[in-house]
């Protein structure tokens, strides 16, 4: 491979050096945002003006350069840290000091002597004992709240969470949404909720952006872009006859099917409404057939074989109350086979383990199960101003996380404590007869385990620990640890170096 006349090679030991010596600094500034005592970071946005952070994650985007070779280690560090987040809502400030620590001490067991190549195989090995050891120094059950404040350290935040997760525990139940004002507002709803386009069909001018409500709607489902009703056009003439409630959901209306609802809703009086899901292709299918489960509808495809002009007034859903604002249309009190909503929810959620490392279709399908479920609720967190607002809401969404990862798998003491205590088993294997690779392996992961507990200490966290217990979710721990070994071995891999 020819490299251009410019560029240097730095290889062996300064490469390592240049590694560690950005691990150490990326660490140190991200590792200040740890504990309850952690710092925010202000970062000059030029004519946008001061940038606020206290996300590992943002950290570590704000202090990589994009070329050169000591931008190479902290770019590794913030793709790796991508994936934390998007996989687990919080740790990514843990992840970065084990992963710098580690990797500092792997450095010197190199120097002294040990190959590089064996010592990665064996951090690698020890991955799979990190299981055991977490699980070794599992915790009794906390309470919700100290979860919580673990994970965001803020009360108010801690407060609402812990309460909305105590009223709404399934994955999905819950949206966090940043709020237009410093208050908290958590809003509850029941019925099936589907997101729909802003602009009802058939609403007049001075209806569009109000508030719709319909009693004892009758629900039609259609997956196509309806441009005309043809032999659905006797449908309507029979709701308008019994003065019924009609909503059309469709992926669409154009043409005379538009004009149709408006002119039937507007000159003959009819409660008929037409609505758009807000979702395209496939995701408006499965809403499409999520809605029919809920309601008992019957959905009305060419594609399924189910033709318009073979409708019936039996395919048609049922809900007793239907409200349609703000980009949702919430049906209570739907008429759907309890056995049906059941099945398609734990298919729901079967799909959701399968996507475990795509974090928006996971999302996407917990949101659906748990709407099916017909409870559902929204967090609004707002903050005076805007930087503040995005951090408090980050923190709920990661306090959210830490209570659903905390109930599915236990818990750990917090604060680094948990870390430290599995550092110190590692540390006790070191006097079994094993390989140097092996024992300077136990040294890197123990002295990587003891650094969140170092920087929350520098931090002076401690103090802020009076008000509740620091606990993290086990799972959480461990996955933030394989997470940095894995990380720290990676580097270690990296020989050369061209800048």
């Known amino acids: 491979m020819q490299v251009a006349s410019t560029s240097t090679i730095v290889t062996g030991a300064p490469a390592r050096a240049l590694i560690s010596r950005a691990l150490s600094i990326g660490a140190r500034a991200i590792g200040s945002s740890l504990g309850p005592g952690g710092r925010g970071l202000l970062f000059d946005g030029g004519s946008g003006g001061p940038l606020h952070s206290a996300s590992g994650l943002d950290i570590a985007r704000r202090v990589t350069e994009q070329s050169g070779a000591a931008s190479v280690a902290l770019r590794i560090l913030r793709d790796a840290l991508w994936q934390v987040q998007r996989d687990l809502e919080d740790g990514t400030a843990r992840v970065a000091c084990i992963a710098a620590a580690t990797y500092a001490q792997a450095t010197k067991h190199v ?10 195989k064996a951090m ?5 004992e990190l299981p055991a050891l977490v699980d070794d120094v599992r915790a009794d059950n906390a309470d919700r709240y100290d979860i919580a404040m673990s994970a965001c350290a803020q009360d108010d935040i801690a407060r609402a969470v812990s309460d909305a997760f105590a009223t709404l525990p399934a994955k999905g139940a819950i949206d966090v949404q940043q709020g237009d004002d410093a208050q908290l507002c958590f809003e509850r709803y029941t019925g099936y909720c589907l997101d729909v386009s802003p602009e009802a069909v058939g609403a007049s001018v001075q209806e569009r952006g109000l508030r719709f409500e319909m009693d004892s709607v009758h629900v039609l489902v259609v997956n196509e872009v309806l441009g005309e009703f043809g032999p659905l056009a006797r449908i309507l003439e029979q709701f308008a006859l019994h003065g019924k409630s009609l909503v059309i959901v469709a992926r669409g209306f154009e043409g005379a099917a538009r ?12 409660h008929v409404l037409g609505l758009v899901p807000s979702e395209a292709g496939i995701e408006a299918m499965h809403l499409l057939d999520d809605l029919c489960a809920a309601t008992g509808a019957t959905v009305i495809s060419e594609e399924t074989g189910t033709s318009i002009s073979l409708v019936r007034p039996s395919m048609l859903g049922f809900a007793s109350r239907l409200v349609v604002e703000s980009g949702r249309a919430v049906f209570s009190g739907a008429n759907g086979n309890e056995e049906v909503v059941r099945s398609r ?9 399968a996507q475990r490392y795509l974090a928006l279709d996971r999302e996407r399908l917990e949101r659906r199960a748990a709407r099916l479920a017909g409870e559902w609720a929204i967090l609004r967190v707002g903050g005076p101003t805007r930087w503040e607002a995005q951090h408090r809401a980050d923190g709920a969404r990661a306090a959210l996380a830490a209570l659903a990862a905390a109930d599915a798998s236990g818990v750990v003491a917090g604060g680094g404590q948990a870390l430290c205590a599995v550092g110190a088993s590692l540390e006790a294997m070191r006097g079994q007869h094993v390989s140097d690779a092996r024992r300077a392996a136990l040294d890197c992961i123990a002295v990587g385990c003891r650094a969140v507990a170092l920087h929350i200490d520098r931090n002076a966290g401690a103090t802020g620990h009076d008000r509740y ?8 721990t461990l996955a933030i640890l394989q997470h940095a070994v894995s990380v720290a071995a990676t580097m270690l891999t990296v020989e050369v170096l061209i800048c």
């Open 469 to 476: 217990r620091p606990v993290d979710p086990l799972s959480t």
């Open 111 to 120: 120097a002294s002597g040990v190959s590089p190549a064996l010592l990665n």
């Open 259 to 270: 004009d149709t609802l408006i002119a039937n809703r507007a000159g003959l009086r009819m």
């Open 124 to 128: 690698q090995q020890l991955q799979l």
């Open 345 to 353: 929810r734990s298919l729901l959620t079967s799909q959701a383990l």
